[in-house]
Every structure is written in C-alpha cells, then in structure tokens.
C-alpha cells in the first residue's frame, strides 16, 4: 500500500466493534481499523494525534508481547500502525457512513488523527493456489468457558450457571435480542464432539454477535442486534452447499440439508481441535466433571456415548482456555485487589508509570503478569500483577477465532489415473485446506474494573430474580432449523437393482 496515494474508492465498509471500524481493501487482503468517538465529540476530538496513535500502538504491543506469548504466536496476527493522510480518511468517513448500522452510528470515526491499525483481512485468505470455489471464513466469539471457583463467589449460582448464558436473560430482558441463544460456551470448550457440535449448532441457530460466516470476504450470514428476524437456513445451504457435494448421504449429486449441516460442523470441530502441530497431547480435565457442565446447557450430560472430555494442548480453544483462566479471582475478588492498588495510586500517583498500570506493554510486563506469587502477601506489587492477569483473562473471553476454509481439489486420482469422486459411502466430509487465528485481542483499561463488578452483579441479579426464566415480549428460541433439515430427510427413494 502506498499511503500518499490513498483513493477511498480501493475501500468499502467490513464491519465494527464497540471502539472501533473496519475497511476492507477491494483487492489486496488487508483491512484498515480505525477508532471511533463519541458523536457529541464528533467537532472537538476527545485525545490529541499523539494519543491517538499510542492508544493503537499498545493494541499492537499488547497482541504482540503479551497475547502471542500466551495464546501461541501462530493464531496472532498483530498488524501495525499506519498513519493515513486527513482527506482521505475525512472522504473514507463519507464514503461508508450510509452502510453503517443505525444503532452503531452514536459513535464516529476519527477523522482527525489520521492514524490506523493495518492488518491482514483473515475473512479473504491467502492459502494455496486459488480454486473454483471461494474460500469460507468462520468468526466465532466463543465468550468464557468454565466455571468460577474463586472463594470470593458470593452467589452460588455462579458455580453453576456459566457467565454467559446469565448473561442471555439479562440482554433479553433488556432488549438488546429479542430470543435468547442457546448456545453454551462450556460445550464448545468440553472438547468433547458430541458437545461441541451441540453448541454449534446453536450458534448457527441464533448467532447473535458470537457467529458469522464470510465467503470470499462478504459476510453471508449474522444476526442483527435487536432485530427479531428470523434466520434464513435457505439462504445458509445456498452458500454451504457447494462446499460439501463430495461428503456423505448425497444421491445422484444432491446432499440433504442436514448432510450438508453436519458435515459443515464437523470441518468446523476439526480445525477447532487440530493443532498445526505441536505434540497435539489432549489435556487430562482438571477442572472436574462438576465445573465443567454448565446447568443452563440443554445439552444431556446421558447424551455422551464416547469420546474424551478434554482439549488438545496445542489446540486454539485450549490456549484460549488457558488463558481465560488466568481470572482466579473472579471479579468480586479482583475488585478487592483493584481497591488496593486505586488506594496505593491515590497516594502516590507517580508509581502508575512503574507499576505499568497503562502499558507498555513490553517483555516487563508480561513477567510481571506471568511471576505472580501464588499466595497474596499483602504488597501492591502481588495485587498489581493479579489486576494484569484478570485484564489479560478478560481479553481471552472477548477474543473472536476466525476459521478460514478453502476446499481442496475436488477430485481425486484412483490407481488407474482415472479422476474419481470420493467414495459414494465415505462418511468423512471433504478436505479442506484450513488456517486458525484469533483477533481482537485488545488490552482491558484497569479503570473498567467497577464497571465489570456492576455489571456482573446486575446479571447474577436479573438471573435470580426471574430464576432463569425469560421475560414476557421475549421470543421463543426459533423452531430448530435442524429440524426442518431432518424433515427433508424422511424421503424414500428407490432405484432398480
């Protein structure tokens, strides 16, 4: 890219968070981040350039120092910071403000540092040669994945219901969805199959903000907050269908729609499970039987015919796990320690620098987060690196996996030369070429940690009171679209022999 002949035309609208928007490049694999204000700051920028650009370098150094040594540098991609020139960005900000979502547009783009996050698109990648077919990107927010057993918990039900699926009644009961997800975060993170198929299965059912499918860098399949909506499985086989005619329980080249499902999850559960090496040794389950089911899955713990309890070690979701876990305290604890270190600054403010509340984020730091002294001895240094650990936690259940697929050939030789289908009775689904990554890994600020606790308490809170059920006004979960696939399945077909 050539940053002195920038043209808004080379970008279009990808997407947005909470803080910040993405552009895609129209041709190269590259996405542009940008921050975002506040509307009411949308005259009078709220930090000055040279913030702005450290606000974007401690994202970089924070993914690069700190989050590629926990979760494995082959998943991180950590970018670098690009200073863009004014017009451009101010005729970019033009440009992609009619295909902004309503309910994002309280925020602005910042048109008046000029700086950016440039990154690689991992929803368009570049893996072996191009083939015929596109290849298909999987975004998945798989939130926290195991159960509290800090000492701190003050409501027992948070041993046993996970954060997410409280988390569900209170968005419904406040209206951000309309229907709660029913997908749960512990079966995805079981690494049992059976499981972990369940639950993505329920993320395909009610994707929310935690599942998006992208083929050749569109996206093809989400939800949209608030909207009641209901999800066009017609649509989603549309764009699988092509990917899967090679799987099983297809007859003269058409595939079920439940074929189709099933295969697409298992390819799913596989890049999820595989390492792309590493000793690949599955982690023994520690946690217990107890932690590790969540009361609130519909899942049937009776359900489970085979099959380990356990993640491979050199797995995405292990190394996610691993790192959310980090958070022993849980935030009624946390707060406790983020008390003693507000105190300690209020009376010497000067220690911020030393004790690295806001960065760098450097080798330092990471020593800093990785030493902890197991028992607390009471000094602000053991409080200080509990406060990092928690951010870093914190990082680790917000981070989205990105899945990208590209089908490998789709053909195959057989011993004569001759070019043959897959075996008519192969239950494995087709191959595909894969890499995994994980992305939006941006640092936690210390000052959230009063908000997390209010948050956390309105939760648990909202769950007690309605004692799990919804709200009226809610709606129901959607009558499964896996149903209606299994309806299409009860077809006979004969064929003379």
Not at 429 to 453: H, M, N
Request: aromatic share 8%; with cysteine.
């Amino acid at each position: 890219m050539e940053l002195d002949k920038m043209d808004e035309n080379d970008w279009k609208y990808h997407g947005e968070g909470n803080k910040s928007l993405v552009v895609s490049h129209v041709q190269l694999s590259r996405v542009l981040r940008l921050l975002k204000y506040p509307a009411e700051d949308s005259e009078n920028p709220p930090q000055t350039v040279e913030q702005a650009y450290r606000q974007i370098q401690n994202i970089v150094d924070f993914s690069s120092n700190v989050m590629s040594s926990l979760l494995g540098e082959k998943f991180i991609h950590s970018g670098e910071v690009v200073k863009l020139p004014l017009e451009f960005v101010r005729q970019l900000s033009i440009k992609v403000q009619h295909q902004r979502p309503a309910w994002r547009c309280d925020k602005v783009m910042d048109i008046y540092s000029g700086c950016a996050l440039c990154l690689p698109n991992l929803t368009s990648p570049v893996l072996h040669q191009p083939t015929h077919t596109p290849p298909l990107c999987i975004e998945i927010k798989p939130k926290c994945g195991f159960l509290p057993s800090s000492k701190h918990v003050s409501k027992d039900i948070k041993t046993k219901v996970c954060r997410f699926c409280m988390h569900q009644h209170y968005k419904v009961a406040n209206g951000k969805w309309k229907r709660r997800s029913l997908y749960c975060p512990l079966d995805l993170f079981s690494g049992n199959r059976q499981r972990m198929h369940f639950a993505i299965r329920h993320l395909i059912e009610e994707p929310q903000n935690n599942f998006k499918i992208f083929k050749g860098g569109q996206c093809v399949y989400s939800s949209k907050e608030g909207s009641d909506d209901s999800i066009d499985l017609n649509s989603l086989l549309h764009h699988l269908r092509p990917y899967f005619l090679y799987g099983n329980n297809r007859i003269n080249s058409h595939m079920t729609s439940k074929a189709v499902l099933n295969d697409f999850i298992q390819v799913l559960v596989n890049a999820l499970l595989s390492g792309g090496g590493g000793d690949g040794g599955v982690m023994t389950d520690r946690r217990g039987e107890g932690r590790s089911f969540c009361e609130a899955s519909l899942f049937n713990k009776e359900r489970i015919r085979h099959g380990s309890q356990g993640l491979p070690s050199d797995s995405v979701l292990f190394r996610i796990l691993q790192t959310q876990m980090l958070d022993t305290q849980d935030i009624e604890g946390l707060y406790l320690l983020y008390r003693r270190v507000e105190q300690h600054l209020q009376d010497f403010p000067k220690e911020r620098t030393r004790l690295q509340i806001d960065g760098p984020y450097n080798e330092a730091f990471l020593e800093k987060l990785q030493k902890c002294p197991a028992e607390d001895d009471g000094s602000v240094e053991y409080a200080v690196a509990k406060v990092h650990q928690y951010c870093a936690a914190m990082t680790a259940k917000d981070c989205s996996i990105m899945v990208a697929l590209v089908p490998s050939s789709e053909e195959e030789e057989d011993d004569d030369g001759q070019r043959r289908l897959r075996d008519f009775l192969s239950s494995r689904p087709p191959a595909f070429s894969y890499s995994v990554s994980i992305l939006d890994l941006d640092p936690k600020p210390f000052d959230s940690i009063p908000r997390q606790l209010r948050l956390d308490q309105k939760i648990v809170s909202c769950y007690l009171r309605t004692g799990g059920a919804l709200p009226k006004g809610s709606l129901p979960p959607l009558p499964g679209i896996f149903t209606a696939a299994e309806r299409e399945d009860c077809t006979l077909l004969f064929h003379p022999v």
